[in-house]
Protein backbone atom coordinates (compact mmCIF):
# COMPACT_ATOMS: atom_id res chain seq x y z
CA UNK A 1 0.00 0.00 0.00
CA UNK A 2 1.19 3.39 -0.72
CA UNK A 3 2.52 4.96 2.59
CA UNK A 4 0.15 7.86 2.16
CA UNK A 5 -3.08 5.46 2.34
CA UNK A 6 -1.46 4.84 5.74
CA UNK A 7 -1.24 8.01 7.10
CA UNK A 8 -4.26 10.26 8.70
CA UNK A 9 -1.38 12.72 8.56
CA UNK A 10 2.04 12.80 7.30
CA UNK A 11 4.36 16.57 7.60
CA UNK A 12 7.52 17.71 8.22
CA UNK A 13 8.90 18.94 11.54
CA UNK A 14 9.39 22.37 12.25
CA UNK A 15 12.04 24.46 11.53
CA UNK A 16 13.65 25.30 14.73
CA UNK A 17 15.82 28.61 13.56
CA UNK A 18 12.57 30.13 12.20
CA UNK A 19 10.46 29.86 15.56
CA UNK A 20 13.12 30.16 18.66
CA UNK A 21 12.27 32.98 20.90
CA UNK A 22 13.47 33.39 24.23
CA UNK A 23 10.05 34.36 25.26
CA UNK A 24 8.83 31.35 23.59
CA UNK A 25 7.53 28.20 25.49
CA UNK A 26 9.82 25.54 25.97
CA UNK A 27 9.04 22.29 23.83
CA UNK A 28 10.79 19.21 23.64
CA UNK A 29 12.33 18.43 20.58
CA UNK A 30 12.87 14.78 18.60
CA UNK A 31 16.18 14.87 16.31
CA UNK A 32 17.33 12.51 14.46
CA UNK A 33 19.98 11.26 17.25
CA UNK A 34 16.22 10.23 19.04
CA UNK A 35 15.70 7.58 16.56
CA UNK A 36 18.50 5.54 17.24
CA UNK A 37 16.27 2.65 18.42
CA UNK A 38 12.40 1.49 17.89
CA UNK A 39 11.47 3.54 20.09
CA UNK A 40 12.08 7.55 20.64
CA UNK A 41 14.54 7.88 23.10
CA UNK A 42 13.97 10.21 25.63
CA UNK A 43 17.11 12.41 25.76
CA UNK A 44 15.52 14.96 23.82
CA UNK A 45 16.70 18.61 23.56
CA UNK A 46 14.57 21.05 24.83
CA UNK A 47 14.40 25.12 23.03
CA UNK A 48 12.48 27.87 23.21
CA UNK A 49 9.92 28.41 20.64
CA UNK A 50 6.94 30.65 19.41
CA UNK A 51 5.19 28.66 16.88
CA UNK A 52 1.51 29.63 15.90
CA UNK A 53 -0.84 26.86 16.40
CA UNK A 54 1.90 24.48 18.04
CA UNK A 55 -0.64 22.07 18.55
CA UNK A 56 -1.13 21.08 15.23
CA UNK A 57 2.84 19.91 15.64
CA UNK A 58 2.58 18.12 18.60
CA UNK A 59 3.72 14.45 18.37
CA UNK A 60 0.92 11.74 19.50
CA UNK A 61 1.74 8.51 20.92
CA UNK A 62 2.18 5.68 18.27
CA UNK A 63 3.10 8.43 15.50
CA UNK A 64 5.98 7.12 13.56
CA UNK A 65 8.90 9.84 13.26
CA UNK A 66 11.49 9.15 10.12
CA UNK A 67 14.49 10.64 9.16
CA UNK A 68 14.16 12.76 5.78
CA UNK A 69 17.31 14.81 5.78
CA UNK A 70 21.02 13.21 6.30
CA UNK A 71 20.78 9.23 8.00
CA UNK A 72 18.18 7.82 5.84
CA UNK A 73 16.68 4.65 7.10
CA UNK A 74 15.79 5.63 10.55
CA UNK A 75 12.48 5.56 12.22
CA UNK A 76 10.89 5.50 15.89
CA UNK A 77 7.73 5.12 17.63
CA UNK A 78 6.48 7.94 19.71
CA UNK A 79 6.20 6.84 23.05
CA UNK A 80 3.24 7.67 25.90
CA UNK A 81 6.05 9.48 27.95
CA UNK A 82 7.27 11.67 25.19
CA UNK A 83 3.38 12.71 23.87
CA UNK A 84 3.38 16.13 23.05
CA UNK A 85 7.25 17.00 21.93
CA UNK A 86 7.66 18.04 18.48
CA UNK A 87 9.71 16.72 15.39
CA UNK A 88 12.37 18.91 14.29
CA UNK A 89 12.86 19.70 10.51
CA UNK A 90 15.07 16.90 9.33
CA UNK A 91 11.93 14.48 10.17
CA UNK A 92 8.67 13.63 8.98
CA UNK A 93 5.67 12.22 11.08
CA UNK A 94 3.22 10.02 9.89
CA UNK A 95 0.04 10.10 11.96
CA UNK A 96 -1.21 6.57 11.56
CA UNK A 97 -5.05 6.47 10.20
CA UNK A 98 -5.90 2.82 10.19
CA UNK A 99 -6.26 0.47 13.54
CA UNK A 100 -4.68 -2.30 10.91
CA UNK A 101 -1.32 -0.77 11.40
CA UNK A 102 1.30 -1.69 14.10
CA UNK A 103 3.41 1.23 14.10
CA UNK A 104 6.40 -0.60 15.74
CA UNK A 105 6.01 -3.12 11.82
CA UNK A 106 6.49 0.52 9.88
CA UNK A 107 8.79 1.46 11.90
CA UNK A 108 10.77 -1.96 11.35
CA UNK A 109 9.71 -1.68 7.49
CA UNK A 110 11.29 2.03 7.23
CA UNK A 111 14.41 0.71 8.58
CA UNK A 112 14.89 -2.56 6.51
CA UNK A 113 17.69 -3.47 4.06
CA UNK A 114 15.07 -4.21 1.75
CA UNK A 115 13.58 -0.74 2.07
CA UNK A 116 17.01 0.45 1.47
CA UNK A 117 16.94 -0.69 -1.85
CA UNK A 118 13.73 1.12 -3.08
CA UNK A 119 14.88 4.02 -1.15
CA UNK A 120 18.09 4.70 -3.03
CA UNK A 121 16.18 5.91 -6.19
CA UNK A 122 14.46 8.81 -3.88
CA UNK A 123 17.55 10.19 -2.20
CA UNK A 124 18.60 13.21 -4.14
CA UNK A 125 22.00 14.61 -3.20
CA UNK A 126 20.94 18.38 -1.16
CA UNK A 127 24.84 19.44 -0.37
CA UNK A 128 26.20 16.56 0.67
CA UNK A 129 23.54 14.86 2.50
CA UNK A 130 20.40 12.52 1.33
CA UNK A 131 17.11 14.18 1.30
CA UNK A 132 13.51 12.18 0.46
CA UNK A 133 11.09 14.45 0.00
CA UNK A 134 7.46 14.01 1.35
CA UNK A 135 5.86 13.58 -1.99
CA UNK A 136 8.18 10.69 -2.85
CA UNK A 137 7.45 9.67 0.92
CA UNK A 138 3.76 9.83 -0.08
CA UNK A 139 3.92 7.15 -3.04
CA UNK A 140 6.42 4.64 -1.09
CA UNK A 141 4.52 1.15 -1.09
CA UNK A 142 5.05 -0.46 1.93
CA UNK A 143 3.95 -4.28 2.05
CA UNK A 144 1.12 -4.51 4.67
CA UNK A 145 0.88 -8.30 5.50
CA UNK A 146 -2.04 -8.91 8.38
CA UNK A 147 -1.78 -7.49 11.91
CA UNK A 148 -1.07 -10.82 13.72
CA UNK A 149 1.82 -11.21 11.32
CA UNK A 150 2.78 -7.40 11.70
CA UNK A 151 2.54 -8.22 15.53
CA UNK A 152 4.82 -10.71 15.33
CA UNK A 153 7.53 -8.78 12.86
CA UNK A 154 7.59 -6.21 15.59
CA UNK A 155 7.99 -8.34 18.52
CA UNK A 156 10.70 -10.46 16.71
CA UNK A 157 12.97 -6.82 15.78
CA UNK A 158 12.18 -5.65 19.63
CA UNK A 159 13.45 -8.40 20.51
CA UNK A 160 16.50 -8.67 18.37
CA UNK A 161 17.36 -5.06 19.84
CA UNK A 162 16.56 -5.97 23.08
CA UNK A 163 19.44 -8.46 22.80
CA UNK A 164 22.19 -6.29 20.99
CA UNK A 165 21.17 -3.69 23.85
CA UNK A 166 22.02 -6.11 26.65
CA UNK A 167 25.33 -7.24 24.32
CA UNK A 168 26.82 -3.62 24.21
CA UNK A 169 26.27 -3.42 27.72
CA UNK A 170 28.04 -6.43 28.70
CA UNK A 171 30.96 -5.30 26.35
CA UNK A 172 31.38 -1.75 27.81
CA UNK A 173 31.12 -3.61 31.43
CA UNK A 174 33.80 -5.98 30.15
CA UNK A 175 35.85 -2.90 28.67
CA UNK A 176 35.31 -0.76 32.26
CA UNK A 177 36.71 -4.07 33.88
CA UNK A 178 39.63 -4.58 31.55
CA UNK A 179 40.24 -0.78 32.14
CA UNK A 180 40.47 -0.94 36.08
CA UNK A 181 42.59 -3.45 36.09
CA UNK A 182 45.03 -2.15 34.01
CA UNK A 183 45.04 0.65 36.09
CA UNK A 184 45.34 -1.30 38.74
CA UNK A 185 48.38 -3.10 37.40
CA UNK A 186 49.99 0.04 36.24
CA UNK A 187 49.41 1.77 39.39
CA UNK A 188 51.48 -0.92 41.63
CA UNK A 189 54.75 -0.17 39.13
CA UNK A 190 55.04 3.34 39.33
Do not use: C
Amino acid sequence: MPLDSLAEQLFQGIALSRYRDEKGSPERIVNLRNLEQLYVTEDLSVEQLSVPNLYKHKLNTGDVVIAIRGTPLKASVVTEQLQGSVAGQNLAVLRLRQEKVNPVYLAVVMRSEWLARSLKKYYAPSIGTQLIKLTQLRKLKIPLPDLATQDKLAQLFLSTERANRITLEKIETRQKQTEFILSKILGRQS
